[in-house]
């Protein structure tokens, strides 16, 4: 693990990535990476997130600067300017239940191919996608979703990366803190080893690459 600056940790993703970014609805957004795609105009971006949050607010402000191609999320509902771009062709988005999402996300993470999951049977989402029977029940093959980069925010790191989260903080940020090539984080706090008791460790400092320093 390495401690870089927000500056650092964004020039080292290229136009095009594709991102993981946690939060739910802004909380638990690591915001000072997303000012930073924003001021450094990363582009063409494939984004998997929860929701597009709002404008001005966490991954919004992506839709703000029109940097977003692809939108892999459970919903959109509280973004104007996302559903308008979707509306004219401008991204391309895929809507997914958020228990799906989730564990499409837990899937790729733990290496596996995907998840069998009886949500979207015998409806529209089931076009394209593999039916599987199970005791004369019907589910859908959902594949795992991988990332370039995790955008990740945690309440606490410590000096090792180890890391613990307060609250909502901890729907996505966990899950794809594993399921990406390249793992980058903010903290509200970056404590000495030993401050976060080892029980309390959420995600453990070998799945974290680079720390961004607090000014």
């Known amino acids: 693990m390495r401690t870089v600056s927000a500056e650092e940790a964004v020039a080292m993703i290229p136009n095009g990535a594709r991102l993981m ?23 063409e971006l494939t984004i998997i ?6 404008p001005g607010k966490g991954v919004g402000k992506l839709f703000d600067a029109a940097l977003v ?3 892999t999320a459970s919903h959109i509902g509280l973004n104007p300017r996302a559903q308008q771009q979707m509306m004219a062709n401008k991204i391309a988005v895929d809507l997914v239940p958020q228990g799906t999402l989730v564990e499409r996300i837990r899937a ?3 290496g596996l191919g995907g998840v069998l999951t009886p949500t979207g049977a015998g409806t529209i989402v089931e076009e394209g996608k593999r039916p599987i029977e199970i005791n004369g029940k019907t589910f859908l093959l959902e594949t795992a979703l991988r990332s370039d ?4 925010h945690a309440f606490l790191a410590d000096y090792l990366g180890n890391l613990a989260y307060a609250l909502t903080a901890r729907n996505f940020n966990p899950v794809m803190a594993m399921a990406a090539d390249t793992v980058i984080v903010t903290a509200e706090h970056i404590v000495p080893v030993g401050v976060i008791a080892p ?3 959420v ?7 680079y720390l961004v320093a607090n000014g």
Do not use: W, Y
């Open 199 to 201: 029980d309390h460790v």
């Open 21 to 43: 970014v946690g939060g739910f609805m802004g909380v638990g957004t690591p915001e000072r990476l997303l000012d930073e795609l924003v001021r450094q105009q990363k582009s």
């Open 108 to 110: 790729g993470g733990c």
């Open 69 to 71: 191609s692809t939108l």
């Open 149 to 152: 980069f995790a955008l990740i």
């Open 203 to 209: 995600t453990p400092a070998p799945l974290v690459d």
């Open 49 to 54: 997130c929860n929701d597009a949050a709002v």
